[in-house]
C-alpha cells in the first residue's frame, strides 16, 4: 500500500434532519476517508443502504479518493445491512489508472484501495481543513522510551531503594532516627488499637472511604453471583454514555449553526 502523509486533518462534520455525518480524511494510520452516518431516529435497512450509497457519492465528488462508509445507531453500534446488501460497508474507490470510480458493498475489494497523495497533499483537497496532528514516529517512540524509563526508575525507588535505605538507617544511623522509627510504629499500633476500642471515632473522610468500600464489596459480591447481569448492565451503560455523547454533539453542532445563522 502507498505510504501516505504524517499530517492528520480535522474531521468534517454535518447535522442533518435525521442523522449526523462526519467525513474524517485518511492519516498515517487510516490510509482512506472514512464517513460515519450515525442516525438519530431508526430507519429500515433498506432506506439506510441507500442513504449510505447517496451521501457517499456527494462526498468522492468533493474530495475523489478511497472511501468507505457505515451508519450506526446513536450507541455506537454498526447497523446491521445483511439483509439488503452484501455487507454493512459501502466502499467507492479508483481503479489503478485512477479514472474510473467503482463501488461495491463487497468485503474485499479486489483492486487495491490505495490513497495515491504519498507526501502531503498535493492535489489540495484538503487545503482548507485545520491540522490536527503531525505524526512523528521517532517522536513517538522516545517519548515511550521515557515513559518507560520513568516506570522502572519509579518501581526501583518504592521497592528496592526505600526498603533498603529504611534497613540500613536502622542498622547504620543514630540512635535518634531508630527512636522515632519506633515512636512512629507505637503511634499507628496506639491509633488502631483506640478505633478498635471505640475511643478514636474516624473522620469523616475515614467514613467516606469505608463506605464506598462496603459498597464496592457489595456490588462485587452480587457481580460474581450473577455476571451475565454485571455484562448486561455493563453494556447498557456503555450504551447509555455513547448516546449522552452523541446528544452533546448534536447540541454543540446545532448551537454552532445557530450561532452562525444569526451572525
Not at 526508575?153 to 528496592?160: D, H, N, Y
Not at 459480591?221 to 455493563?234: M, T
Request: charged letters at 25%; hydrophobic letters at 35%.
Amino acid at each position: 500500500m502507498t505510504e501516505i502523509t504524517e499530517v492528520a486533518y480535522q474531521s468534517i462534520r454535518s447535522l442533518n434532519d435525521n442523522y449526523l455525518l462526519e467525513y474524517s480524511p485518511p492519516n498515517k494510520h487510516l490510509p482512506y476517508s472514512s464517513i460515519q452516518i450515525t442516525l438519530r431516529k431508526p430507519l429500515p435497512p433498506n432506506l439506510v443502504a441507500e442513504l449510505i450509497e447517496s451521501e457517499v457519492h456527494k462526498w468522492i465528488a468533493k474530495f475523489p479518493i478511497t472511501t468507505m462508509v457505515a451508519a450506526f445507531h446513536p450507541n455506537d453500534d454498526c447497523y446491521d445491512l445483511t439483509e439488503v446488501r452484501a455487507s454493512s460497508l459501502y466502499v467507492c474507490y479508483f481503479d489503478k489508472a485512477e479514472t474510473l470510480l467503482k463501488a461495491t458493498w463487497e468485503r474485499e475489494v479486489k483492486e487495491p484501495a490505495e490513497v495515491y497523495f504519498p507526501q502531503g497533499d498535493p492535489k489540495g483537497y484538503f487545503a482548507h481543513l485545520a491540522i490536527t496532528k503531525k505524526f512523528n514516529p521517532e517522536k513517538e517512540r522516545n517519548k515511550l522510551r521515557k515513559q518507560v524509563r520513568f516506570m522502572k526508575f519509579t518501581v526501583l525507588i518504592w521497592f528496592a531503594i526505600i526498603p533498603a535505605a529504611y534497613e540500613i538507617a536502622n542498622y547504620l544511623g543514630p540512635k535518634w532516627l531508630s527512636l522515632l522509627v519506633c515512636i512512629y510504629g507505637l503511634f499507628k499500633a496506639a491509633k488502631t488499637g483506640l478505633k478498635t476500642w471505640g475511643i478514636l471515632h474516624p473522620t469523616s473522610a475515614e467514613i467516606a472511604k469505608r463506605k464506598v468500600e462496603e459498597k464496592k464489596n457489595h456490588y462485587y459480591y452480587h457481580c460474581e453471583r450473577n455476571p451475565q447481569g454485571f455484562l448486561r448492565i455493563k453494556g447498557e451503560n456503555f450504551d447509555k454514555d455513547a448516546e449522552n455523547k452523541f446528544s452533546s454533539e448534536i447540541d454543540l453542532l446545532q448551537s454552532s449553526q445557530q450561532a452562525q445563522d444569526n451572525s
